[in-house]
Every structure is written in C-alpha cells, then in structure tokens.
C-alpha cells in the first residue's frame, strides 16, 4: 500500500519521468548505504532486541510521514526525503532479518523457508497495492500510509514475542564495529560463493530495476489509467510472484538454480519490453504477471545462494553485502532508466533495459549460484590455542604466524597449488596480508606467512576456521614430508 501510495503521489506532484524513477531510488538507496553497518551490529549485537529497537523506529517515522500527507504539506522534496528516511530503517534491519532466517530451520529446509518467506512479502503486495488504489479512490492519498505506519505495530508485537534460539557463549568480547566492517568486506572479497552471487545478483537487478522505476509513468501516461490500475498491476505482479513460489521448488529441482535465475532473466526482459509496449490495461496485465514470477524465480535463487556461502559467524555481514548489491544495483539502475525516459521516451528506456537483461545472461554464465550449498562452513576449532609464556594485551599486534614446510621438491607445483587454496582462507577469516617463501639455500623448505590486525583477532581467527578449511589443509600437508608442518606466532615487538 505504501508502494502504490508514493509512487501515485509523486506522478501528481511532478510527473517528470526522472523525478517519478526517484521514488524507487529513494526506497533503495539507504539499502546501499547503510546495509553494511547494519550488518556488522547485526553479527556483534542482540538481532531481536536491535529488530524491536529499529522496527518501532520505523513505526514512528511513518506515522510522521503519514501526518505529513494528511496535513497536504508534502512536496516533491520532502516525498522523497521521507521514503529515504523510512527506508534507512528498513536498512538498518534487512541484515538482521535475513540473518534469523537460518535460525528458524535445518540448512536442508533453507531453501524452501526462503521461498516461504517470499511468499508472505508477495502476498502483501499482492493485496496491498490493490487495496492502496481502492483506499486512495475512496478515502484520499494519506490513508495508505496511516495504515502503514500502525500495521507495523504487529511486527513489533512479533518481535516481542518471538524468542531466539540459545547458542554458547564465545569466550572472546564482541568485535568492535569499525574492525567488524573491516573483517566483513575482506571475507566477502576472499569467499569466492559470494563473490559469484553478487555478480549475478548486480547482472539481474540493474535491469529489473526498469518496470519498477517506470510502472506508475507507463500506467498513467502511456496506458491512460488511474491508481486502482496501478494497484492492480502491482497486485497481479505479487500474486504471481505468490504463485511461482509454489511452483518454485520444482523449478529449482529440475532446472537448477542457474538455469533458473536464467530463466527470470528472461521472462523480466519480456515482461520489461511488453510495459514498453502496452497501450491497454490487458498488455499490461500479461507483463505484470510474467514480471511477478521471474521475480520470485530470481530473488529466491539469489538469496538462497547467499545464505548458503556463509557461516554463523558472519552472517549478518554476508547477507548485508547481497543486500548493499541488490539494492545498490536498483537504485542505480532506477536512476538511469528514469534519466533515459526522460530523454528518449518511455519505451525507449524501456526496451533498451529489456535488451540489457537478455545480455547479461551470456556474460554472466561463468559465475555460479548455490555452490557453498555442499560446503560445511561449522567451526572445525582443529587449530589449538598458541601456546604463550605470559598474558598478552588483546590489542597488541600485528601477530605474524610462519608455518614451516618441508616438501619433496618434484611436488613443488602441486604444492604451491594447494596452499594457494589455503591462502583464501587465511585472508577470508581475518587475515590481511599472506605470504609463501621457499629456502633459496634448502630445496624444499617453503615458509607461509600471514598477518592479524592484533592477537584478539588471531584468537578469532582461530574460531573461525571451518570443517571445509580444515579438507584444505589436509590437502596441503600431504606433502609435508617427516613431522610437522611447524607453526610459529610471533607478535609486534614495537609500541605505538
């Protein structure tokens, strides 16, 4: 309803058609730049108690918004000022939200308790935008968004309500949040299930962004209709977003999620060049539905493939950085096909994005979905505490660990392959700088190296190495020839 509301309200105060695209970059933006941060408090933090906190934050702000509306003094500046203020909230919570997802079921059942969740998202936008345009016709422009803002008490009743599963204590202190978002974005760089499932996530929505953006100017302008259709083709885009997900499993099961994501892409360039086309309420429709279930297809796939790639310990963070991509890559691409609209007309814009999502399956191939779904990312904690002859400051570092190998020299190739395996690990779980050095006066002797910020990060380091990591290792050190390899911690010896 608030979706239908705001897109409405903005084409009677300035139909301009970059103006209108704003909207959408206004609800994604804040998604881009706080979801990172949110994600940091979402790992070092209580994630119901920060829900509860942001979700009646949320309440708040909108009830101001609403009163604002109401009031008629809302103009195009202060509209847009408004989603973003209310969407920060959102941003601030996203990572948490997604985060608990995994605390709720067993890994096999993620993939459907996603799509399950997608459902509920789609079910409200299947009868809220259709309500929102009987609401607006019948009582006014602001009752969509007073309804917003007090149905949001229920969520955080939900919240209050819900207890979060027990799990044991670290014995280490919370990371600090500057060092959290640090260690966040280095893992996302060096996990390389992730990394390809942001690729693919910015290949989708940049131009799935399109219709989004431009929905409310192609069914006033274009299709001559008023906010009851908007909120039908909003409505008709949720329900068949509802009815792929029952769908959806079988999908996955037959086609793969590669396949599957391809298959979205697909159906959102022809659902994006059918809006480009439509000049009656039924072409219109036709596109709605086939936007909705490409839709769910793709954002299902996505977000599972990201929630797969990551282990507890980072999870928030993870998903924080799908986040950031996905929303990043609709606030970017809202503003360029509502720049483009404006100058070259609305199916112009239009037909271009649809072309863009067609391409972008080719070039994105290489990049594969879902692959940490067989990885086991819990603690293996095979590494032992190091061993030390006195307490050590928690902030004292950097700490510089060599481990020593000794190898039969014909292996060195495969060797070194191997440990390059080892290297992604060391650098994903906290590790800033990594390094191999071979004895240049005894053949086969290789020294590795790598560095922590402090030895508190050491120590967590050490929590974080996986049951996958631990296979890795395994693989390195059947060449270590004799006992060994040999491991040495050494620690900064100057103050700042």
Same mark, same amino acid.
């Given at each position: 309803?608030?979706?239908?509301?705001?897109?409405?309200?903005?084409?009677?105060?300035?139909?301009?058609?970059?103006?209108?695209?704003?909207?959408?970059?206004?609800?994604?933006?804040?998604?881009?730049?706080?979801?990172?941060?949110?994600?940091?408090?979402?790992?070092?933090?209580?994630?119901?108690?920060?829900?509860?906190?942001?979700?009646?934050?949320?309440?708040?702000?909108?009830?101001?918004?609403?009163?604002?509306?109401?009031?008629?003094?809302?103009?195009?500046?202060?509209?847009?000022?408004?989603?973003?203020?209310?969407?920060?909230?959102?941003?601030?919570?996203?990572?948490?939200?997604?985060?608990?997802?995994?605390?709720?079921?067993?890994?096999? $059942? %993620?993939?459907?308790?996603?799509?399950?969740?997608?459902?509920?998202?789609?079910?409200?936008?299947?009868?809220?935008?259709?309500?929102?345009?009987?609401?607006?016709?019948?009582?006014?422009? @602001?009752?969509?968004?007073?309804?917003?803002?007090?149905?949001?008490?229920?969520?955080?009743?939900?919240?209050?309500?819900?207890?979060?599963?027990?799990?044991?204590?670290?014995?280490?202190?919370?990371?600090?949040?500057?060092?959290?978002?640090?260690?966040?974005?280095?893992?996302?760089?060096?996990?390389?299930?992730?990394?390809?499932?942001?690729?693919?996530?910015?290949?989708?929505?940049?131009?799935?962004?399109?219709?989004?953006? %431009? /929905?409310?100017?192609?069914?006033?302008?274009?299709?001559?209709?008023?906010?009851?259709?908007?909120?039908?083709?909003?409505?008709?885009?949720?329900?068949?977003?509802?009815?792929?997900?029952?769908?959806?499993?079988?999908?996955?099961?037959?086609?793969?999620?590669?396949?599957?994501?391809?298959? @979205?892409?697909?159906?959102?360039?022809?659902?994006?060049? %059918?809006?480009?086309?439509?000049?009656?309420?039924?072409?219109?429709?036709?596109?709605?539905?086939?936007?909705?279930?490409?839709?769910?297809?793709?954002?299902?796939?996505?977000?599972?493939?990201?929630?797969?790639?990551?282990?507890?310990?980072?999870?928030?963070?993870?998903?924080?950085?799908?986040?950031?991509?996905?929303?990043?890559?609709?606030?970017?691409?809202?503003?360029?096909?509502?720049?483009?609209?404006?100058?070259?007309?609305?199916?112009?814009?239009?037909?271009?994005?649809?072309?863009?999502?067609?391409?972008?399956?080719?070039?994105?191939?290489?990049?594969?979905?879902?692959?940490?779904?067989?990885?086991?990312?819990?603690?293996?904690?095979?590494?032992?505490?190091?061993?030390?002859?006195?307490?050590?400051? @928690?902030?004292?570092?950097?700490?510089?660990?060599?481990?020593?190998?000794?190898?039969?020299?014909?292996?060195?190739?495969?060797?070194?392959?191997?440990?390059?395996?080892?290297?992604?690990?060391?650098?994903?779980?906290?590790?800033? $700088?990594?390094?191999?050095?071979?004895?240049?006066?005894?053949?086969?002797?290789?020294?590795?190296?790598?560095?922590?910020?402090?030895?508190?990060?050491?120590?967590?380091?050490?929590?974080?190495?996986?049951?996958?990591?631990?296979?890795?290792?395994?693989?390195?050190?059947?060449?270590?020839?004799?006992?060994?390899?040999?491991?040495?911690? /050494?620690?900064?010896?100057?103050?700042?």
């Amino acid at each position: 309803m608030y979706s239908v509301a705001s897109g409405w309200l903005m084409t009677s105060l300035d139909p301009n058609a970059f103006i209108v695209s704003m909207v959408q970059a206004a609800n994604s933006l804040p998604m881009f730049l706080f979801a990172i941060p949110a994600g940091a408090l979402a790992d070092i933090v209580n994630q119901r108690r920060f829900l509860i906190v942001g979700e009646s934050a949320i309440t708040v702000v909108s009830g101001a918004f609403a009163a604002l509306v109401w009031l008629h003094l809302i103009t195009p500046a202060s509209l847009l000022v408004f989603s973003f203020v209310v969407t920060v909230g959102s941003a601030m919570t996203a990572p948490a939200w997604q985060a608990v997802v995994a605390k709720l079921v067993p890994k096999p $059942d %993620l993939p459907s308790a996603v799509a399950a969740n997608s459902v509920g998202i789609n079910v409200s936008r299947a009868i809220g935008p259709a309500l929102g345009g009987v609401i607006i016709g019948a009582l006014g422009i @602001a009752a969509p968004f007073w309804v917003d803002a007090f149905s949001n008490i229920g969520v955080v009743a939900a919240l209050i309500w819900w207890r979060a599963p027990t799990r044991s204590a670290s014995a280490l202190p919370p990371e600090a949040f500057g060092s959290a978002i640090r260690t966040g974005l280095r893992y996302a760089r060096y996990n390389s299930y992730l990394r390809a499932t942001l690729i693919r996530t910015l290949a989708f929505f940049v131009f799935g962004s399109a219709y989004w953006a %431009l /929905l409310p100017l192609v069914t006033r302008t274009q299709i001559a209709g008023g906010p009851a259709l908007y909120g039908v083709l909003l409505g008709v885009i949720g329900a068949s977003a509802v009815g792929g997900a029952f769908i959806l499993r079988r999908l996955r099961e037959k086609l793969g999620a590669d396949s599957l994501v391809a298959a @979205a892409s697909v159906g959102t360039a022809l659902a994006t060049a %059918l809006f480009a086309l439509a000049r009656d309420p039924a072409i219109a429709i036709v596109a709605s539905f086939i936007a909705g279930i490409s839709w769910i297809a793709a954002v299902s796939c996505l977000n599972v493939s990201a929630q797969v790639a990551l282990p507890e310990w980072v999870r928030g963070r993870g998903l924080a950085m799908y986040v950031t991509v996905m929303f990043g890559a609709l606030t970017i691409g809202s503003a360029i096909w509502g720049e483009l609209a404006a100058v070259a007309g609305l199916p112009a814009a239009l037909l271009l994005a649809a072309a863009g999502a067609a391409i972008a399956i080719p070039l994105t191939w290489r990049w594969k979905l879902q692959t940490g779904a067989n990885v086991d990312f819990s603690p293996s904690m095979h590494w032992p505490d190091p061993v030390t002859t006195h307490d050590i400051e @928690a902030d004292r570092g950097p700490v510089l660990v060599t481990v020593e190998y000794r190898i039969d020299p014909k292996n060195r190739t495969a060797f070194l392959h191997a440990l390059g395996q080892n290297s992604r690990e060391r650098r994903r779980d906290g590790a800033y $700088d990594w390094g191999i050095f071979e004895d240049s006066a005894d053949e086969g002797r290789f020294i590795e190296t790598f560095l922590t910020d402090s030895w508190l990060e050491h120590l967590r380091l050490h929590r974080r190495v996986t049951k996958a990591d631990r296979i890795s290792e395994q693989a390195v050190r059947r060449f270590q020839i004799g006992d060994g390899p040999k491991t040495t911690h /050494l620690i900064s010896a100057q103050r700042n």
